[in-house]
Antibody
Framework: QITLKESGPTLVKPTQTLTLTCTFS??????????VGWIRQPPGKALEWLALLYWDDAKRFSPSLKSRLTITKATSKNQVVLTMTYMDPVDTATYYC?????????????WGQGTLVTVSS | SYELTQPPSVSVSPGQTARITCSGD??????AYWYQQKSGQAPVLVIYEDRKRPSGIPERFSGSSSGTMATLTISGAQVEDEADYHC???????????FGTGTKVTVL
């Protein structure tokens, strides 16, 4: 049974760096063809793909946010950390951590419950 | 940048068929995926690789794709199918993952 859960601050100030942790179970990020992705959704708006970490430590980022994002495996092998620098009120959103199937085409089949991050002074 | 376009809303009476479209230039070469998102909840995958249904998804959900348009069909829509539906795919290079603009389905 695959589960994922996001954790991190619910409120950050403009210009601060956001750090979110995804804690997962039911799969190994060392298994070929597996990844962990991050996707966000501003209130009332569409989903937006942010980043993907592959089983072999390769990474992909949204071109529009690439300069602000990092994604890494945490010390614990069952955690992935996303950081986003220079947070702005437009970054207010629910951030989701996902299990990814990486093959001929990547997709996201299991999602965490999401965590709402508000950017405000 | 690559975009997937969906109608903002679709309304259907219970028991009738709802069709939600997703338009994108790379869809002739890339699979479409569909997610259902009920209010206050995380998205759930209902269709993958254009037409496959994950375990546990009712048979009334089906998918198809032709040319630059993918379609999610809900045959015999139920009140519990009221939700936002998002299509997903990748651009032609495979480097950028993209979600559609989202469609709110109302069943009444």
């Amino acid at each position: 049974q695959i589960t994922l859960k996001e954790s991190g601050p619910t409120l950050v100030k403009p210009t601060q760096t956001l750090t979110l942790t995804c804690t997962f179970s039911g799969f190994s990020l060392s298994t070929p063809g597996v990844g962990v992705g991050w996707i966000r959704q501003p209130p009332g708006k569409a989903l937006e793909w942010l980043a993907l970490l592959y089983w072999d430590d390769a990474k992909r980022f949204s071109p529009s946010l690439k300069s602000r994002l990092t994604i890494t495996k945490a010390t614990s092998k069952n955690q992935v950390v996303l950081t986003m620098t220079y947070m702005d009120p437009v970054d207010t959103a629910t951030y989701y951590c996902t299990h990814s199937v990486i093959g001929a085409q990547t997709f996201y089949d299991y999602w965490g419950q999401g965590t709402l991050v508000t950017v405000s002074s | 940048s690559y975009e997937l376009t969906q109608p903002p809303s679709v309304s259907v009476s219970p028991g009738q068929t709802a069709r939600i479209t997703c338009s994108g230039d790379a869809l002739p070469k890339k699979y479409a995926y569909w997610y259902q998102q009920k209010s206050g909840q995380a998205p759930v995958l209902v269709i993958y690789e254009d037409r496959k249904r994950p375990s546990g998804i009712p048979e009334r959900f089906s998918g198809s794709s032709s040319g630059t348009m993918a379609t999610l069909t809900i045959s015999g829509a139920q009140v519990e199918d009221e939700a936002d539906y998002h299509c997903y795919s990748t651009d032609s290079s495979g480097d950028r993952d993209v979600f559609g603009t989202g469609t709110k389905v109302t069943v009444l």
